[in-house]
């Protein structure tokens, strides 16, 4: 992706700026593609602003996320929508910085006090961040790693259904890191707690930044090394062992659990670094 992140603007770009507009948690696009407006095209919007940052430029159109006021109209041709829902339709480009624009309003949203004494925050005038005039506190945006996992036993992959996803789906484990633990202690610790499995051979695969709200998936391939599945009941509803040929419902394309779950069906080819 030719996208280059920015704190300050730039004067020198030949192309209109990309507007990541958000009421709410729904976001402004174009309903005939689906696409971002372009600066010119969301006219009186940008006199109502809450809030606004420039995150950098995409293939050289300078890319900003706002947020406007709660019953906001959208502009003809265009209408809000949750990021979910654009998932796979937006583009990858598109959707992966509407997710940073997405992050930035959010925190911005909620660190407009000091989590310490509890004044008022003032934005920090070199890079993203806010600081407390009165006890100088400086908060900045939110990333909350998530480890998420394939585990193999022979020709099977490990697949469950959470209480928590809304459809019938099945997918690949997952869970927040903890303070103080690895990567790899936390994929252990997930996939024993969650199902009773232990696991070994751990092999990094690759990250997805999650906007919900603010996650950066960290992917590994694992082995199974012993025990029987017993499931939680609390995270997980059901789980088991599946081939290529049995697989259920699975999660859609877009996401790092689908990536995860296609490696595992096209053979478990050796992990390809990504530039
Ligand atoms: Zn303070």
């Not at 003032?122 to 909350?144: I, Q």
């Not at 025990?227 to 877009?254: C, K, N, Q, V, Y």
């Amino acid at each position: 992706m030719n996208f280059v992140p920015a704190f300050l603007p730039s004067s020198s770009h030949a192309e209109p700026a990309l507007w990541f507009v958000f009421c709410g948690d729904n976001m402004l696009v174009t309903e005939d593609a689906p696409g971002i407006p372009r600066g010119d095209e969301i006219g009186g919007l940008t006199d109502s602003l809450l809030r606004s940052h420039h995150l950098g430029t995409l293939d050289d159109s300078p890319c900003y996320a706002a947020e406007v006021p709660a019953g906001t109209g959208a502009p003809a041709g265009m209408s809000f929508h949750g990021l979910r829902t654009l998932l796979g339709t937006l583009g990858e480009d598109l959707f992966t910085v509407a997710g940073r624009a997405f992050q930035v309003i959010d925190w911005d949203r909620t660190h407009q006090f000091c989590g310490r004494c509890g004044k008022n925050t003032e934005p920090k005038k070199d890079e993203r961040a806010r600081v407390c005039p009165s006890c100088d506190l400086v908060s900045y945006p939110d990333v909350t790693p998530a480890v998420i996992m394939a585990v193999t036993r022979g020709n099977e992959l490990l697949l469950a259904r959470s209480g928590r996803f809304t459809g019938s789906f099945f997918s690949v484990l997952a869970g927040f890191v903890e303070q103080g633990e690895t990567f790899e202690e936390c994929v252990k610790r997930e996939v024993r707690e969650e199902v009773g499995i232990e696991i070994d051979n751990l092999r990094y695969f690759g990250s997805q930044p999650w906007p919900f709200p603010h996650s950066l998936m960290v992917g590994f391939t694992a082995e199974y090394a012993g025990g029987e599945i017993s499931i939680d009941h609390e995270e997980i509803s059901e789980a088991g062992w599946f081939t290529a040929a049995t697989l259920p419902e699975i999660p859609r394309r877009g996401t790092i659990a689908r990536r995860l779950i296609d490696w595992f069906s096209s053979g478990c080819e050796a992990i390809q670094g990504e530039d």
